[in-house]
């Protein structure tokens, strides 16, 4: 099992940036595809990003494709969610997650172990 702990959400205005990050620890980091989910009030989980264990292969989902990005440091076992160009709609509680199996399989909720989450919440 992989212990998550995702930082850095809070309030952030329209056209603003934030960086989350997740710290792994208990199991070997470069083992784990990486990923981030979002939920918002009232709606289902969904999937925002993903990382392959190099950090070569991305995926995102459409609606933050071009203004966030994705990435790891297997050095310090964490990786990062850079949003730029923020949107109200990007409101939700953000979560972290580690998967064994491929980044496609991690985009559709096939993941071994979640974060807590963190709230991320975009103001006009």
């Known amino acids: 099992q992989v212990r998550l702990v995702e930082s850095g959400g809070g309030l952030v205005q329209a056209g603003g940036s934030l960086r989350l990050s997740c710290a792994a620890s208990?199991?070997?980091?470069?083992?784990?595809?990486m990923g981030w989910f979002r939920q918002a009030p009232g709606k289902e989980r969904e999937f925002v990003a993903g990382i392959s264990r190099s950090g070569i292969t991305k995926q995102y989902t459409d609606s933050v494709k071009g203004r966030f990005t994705i990435s790891r440091d297997n050095a310090k076992n964490t990786h990062y969610l850079q949003m730029n160009s923020m949107k109200p709609e990007d409101t939700a509680v953000y979560y972290c997650?580690?998967?064994?199996?491929?980044?496609?399989?991690?985009?559709?909720?096939?993941?071994?172990?979640w974060g807590q989450g963190t709230q991320v919440t975009v103001s006009l």
């Open positions: 208990g199991r070997t980091f470069s083992n784990y595809v």
């Open positions: 997650a580690a998967g064994t199996r491929t980044v496609s399989e991690l985009g559709y909720g096939v993941a071994d172990d």
